[in-house]
C-alpha cells in the first residue's frame, strides 16, 4: 500500500441498492484520489447491525464519516479533505505517525486478544462469578464428605475476602440452614450460643467472635459455607443478571445511578452500617441508636439488592464500552485481512 492510497470502508449489507450505487460512485472517484474499498457487512456483527441498521450504506473516509443520502459531491469532498489531511499529517507527525500507520496496517497477538474478550466478556464473567459464588459452597460439601483438607482450603482461601462468622452464614447438611445469635431475635431456631456453647458476643474483642470465624460445624449442625449470607446474595445475584443480560441479548439499558443508589446503596448501608455500629457497644450511641443484630432475612435482601442493583449499572455500561471495541477490530481486521 502506498503513502498516497488510503482506506475508504463501507458499511453494507446484502440487497443494498443504495449501497452499490455508492460503490460505483466510488469506482469513478478512484482516478482521482486513489483509495481501497474495504467493505463491512453489517449483518455479521450485532453491534454494528445495532449501530447502522437504519442508516446503511455509511462511510468511513479517514475522520469523516458519511450516511445516507450519500451523493458523489460529498463523496468527492471527502475523499480530498481526507488527502489533504492525510498529507498534512505526514509533514508534521513524523516517525510518530508513520509508527501509527504501521500499527494500523498490522495484527498483533494482543488485537485477537482484545477483540475475543470483546465478544465473550459476559461469558468470562459468568463462569469467574459462578466459579467465585460456587466455591464456597463447595467447602461443606467436601466437609460432608470427609474431604477435609480441600474444604479447609477453600475457607483458608475466602477468609480475607470474608468475615465467615459462623452465626450470620448458611450452613448445609444440618438441622437448619442458619444459626443466628441471641441478639437477631430470630424465633423457632436453634441460636449459636446453643450449638457452640460460647456467648459474649455483644463485645466486638470476645474470643467468641474469633471462635465464630473459626467455627466450621459437625455432622450434627452441618458445615457452614465459606461466604457469609450477604456475600452470597451479592455475588449470586450479580451471576443472576449476567446470565439474564445474557439471555435478552445484552440490551438491558443501564440503571440510573440515582436508582442504584437507592436501590442497592442504602438499604445495605443501613442494615451494615447500624449493625456494624452496635458491635462497639457505645453507651453514648445506644442512647440513639438501638442494638441491632440484621437477620438472614435481612442480610440476603440487602445484600441481593446491592448485588443485582450494581450489576445493572455496571454491565450494560460495561457492554456499550465493548461494543466499541469490537467496531474497531472488526473495521481493522477487514482492512488488514481483507475476504
Known amino acids: 500500500m502506498t503513502e498516497n492510497i488510503f482506506t475508504v470502508t463501507l ?30 457487512n453489517i449483518d455479521t456483527d450485532s453491534a454494528l447491525r445495532e449501530k447502522y441498521d437504519e442508516q446503511i450504506p455509511v462511510v468511513d473516509i479517514g475522520p469523516y464519516q458519511l450516511k445516507a443520502p450519500i451523493t458523489k459531491q460529498s463523496l468527492e469532498m471527502s475523499l480530498g479533505a481526507a488527502r489533504d489531511r492525510r498529507g498534512q499529517l505526514q509533514q508534521v507527525g513524523g516517525a510518530a505517525y508513520q509508527e501509527r500507520l504501521r500499527q494500523g496496517q498490522t495484527l498483533s497477538r494482543s488485537d485477537n486478544i482484545y477483540f475475543w474478550i470483546s465478544k465473550h466478556y459476559l461469558a468470562v464473567l459468568n463462569v469467574l462469578m459462578f466459579l467465585y459464588v460456587g466455591l464456597p459452597f463447595a467447602a461443606p460439601t467436601l466437609m460432608k464428605l470427609g474431604a477435609d483438607i480441600p474444604a479447609r482450603v477453600i475457607y483458608t482461601m475466602y477468609s480475607p475476602l470474608c468475615h465467615q462468622f459462623a452465626f450470620r452464614s448458611f450452613f448445609l447438611f444440618g438441622e437448619q440452614p ?27 474483642y470476645s474470643i467468641s467472635r474469633l471462635y465464630a470465624r473459626q467455627y466450621i460445624g459437625n455432622p450434627t449442625v452441618g458445615y457452614k459455607v ?114
Open 11 to 40: 458499511y453494507t449489507r446484502e440487497n443494498c441498492k443504495l449501497c452499490d450505487e455508492v460503490k460505483k460512485n466510488l469506482e469513478s472517484l478512484q482516478e482521482k484520489f486513489p483509495h481501497r474499498l474495504v467493505e463491512i
Open 178 to 204: 442458619y444459626y443466628p445469635i441471641t441478639e437477631a431475635g430470630v424465633a423457632g431456631v436453634q441460636t449459636f450460643e446453643q450449638i457452640s456453647g460460647h456467648t459474649g458476643f455483644g463485645d466486638p
Open 226 to 339: 465459606a461466604f457469609c449470607e450477604r456475600d452470597v446474595a451479592i455475588y449470586a445475584s450479580i451471576l443472576l443478571f449476567g446470565l439474564i443480560f445474557a439471555l435478552t441479548g445484552r440490551r438491558i439499558k443501564p440503571l440510573h445511578w440515582m436508582l442504584w443508589g437507592l436501590i442497592g446503596i442504602v438499604p445495605m448501608a443501613i442494615d451494615g452500617f447500624w449493625q456494624l455500629f452496635s458491635e462497639f457497644n457505645w453507651p453514648w450511641l445506644m442512647a440513639y441508636l438501638p442494638y441491632h443484630e440484621s437477620t438472614p432475612f435481612q442480610r440476603v435482601l440487602t445484600g441481593f439488592l446491592f448485588g443485582f442493583a450494581t450489576a445493572w449499572f455496571a454491565y450494560p455500561a460495561i457492554e456499550e464500552s465493548m461494543k466499541e471495541t469490537r467496531e474497531f477490530f472488526v473495521k481493522k481486521f477487514a482492512v488488514v485481512l481483507p475476504a
